[in-house]
């Protein structure tokens, strides 16, 4: 069974930081990874999903890397603002179950201090 | 107005009850999910479906059952509810092969 791992669980950072969140997964066999921000009372919230043939994605601030072989991507924060500050989730799409489910890690809970 | 609608928002029911979790889409997706997270845990997958014909089982469907009443409509019931299914549950939706996932906003469900 894929295990996705974040660590760690949670950061604070001041204003203006660079930062990168980091997730593992245990089988490199997938279809995609997907981030996602979670804020309270807000749901999640897709902001990069890389294919599995890819090695990084871009929007804005946010820059996702993916190294299948080693079951590492990182995802890259620029010049960080308190509007950043939530729950960071990333998520792989096995192939063994035929894209049927995503598998989640628990999480980086990051604030941003102004 | 959201893509993927989830209502209620917020429910509290008693242990035994039945309740019924609602989730509707406009994105045109023929793939629904119900996953439900709790702390610690990630998000874990309880149905699924491709389709209206279609519903499938996920990792922890055990004291659910859903309905896809059309291809926007889809709905997760407790038959009789327990505690230990107090959570936050999550609607997702997703198209054709090897795209993005889209989630609702999300109900927090309270079981007394």
């Known amino acids: 069974k894929q295990e996705v791992t974040q660590i760690p669980a949670a950061l604070s950072v001041p204003e203006g930081e660079n930062l990168v969140l980091n997730c593992s997964f245990t089988?490199?066999?997938?279809?995609?990874l997907q981030w996602f921000r979670q804020d309270p009372g807000k749901g999640l919230t897709s902001l990069l999903l890389i294919q599995s043939s890819q090695r990084e994605q871009t929007s804005g601030r946010l820059n996702a890397s993916l190294d299948k072989s080693s079951g590492r991507s990182t995802l890259y924060i620029a010049a960080s603002q308190p509007g950043d500050s939530a729950t960071y989730l990333c998520?792989?799409?096995?192939?063994?179950?035929?894209?049927?489910?995503?598998?989640f890690g628990t999480g980086t809970r990051l604030t941003v201090i102004p | 107005d959201a893509d993927v609608t989830q209502t209620p928002r917020n429910r509290i029911t008693k242990t035994g009850k039945r309740i019924m979790l609602e989730c509707s889409q406009t994105k045109g997706h023929d793939r629904m999910y119900w996953y439900r997270q709790d702390p610690g845990l990630g998000l874990r997958l309880i149905y699924y479906?491709?389709?209206?014909?279609?519903?499938n089982k996920g990792e922890i469907s055990d004291g659910y059952s859903v309905s896809r009443q059309a291809q926007a409509k889809f709905s997760l019931s407790l038959e009789s509810a327990i505690p230990n299914q107090t959570a936050l549950y999550f609607c997702?939706?997703?198209?054709?092969?090897?795209?993005?996932?889209?989630f609702g906003q999300g109900t927090r469900l309270t079981v007394v």
């Open positions: 998520a792989v799409r096995p192939l063994q179950t035929g894209a049927n489910n995503l598998f």
């Open positions: 089988d490199s066999a997938i279809y995609n």
């Open positions: 997702a939706t997703r198209g054709m092969t090897n795209t993005e996932a889209f």
């Open positions: 479906s491709f389709d209206v014909k279609d519903i």
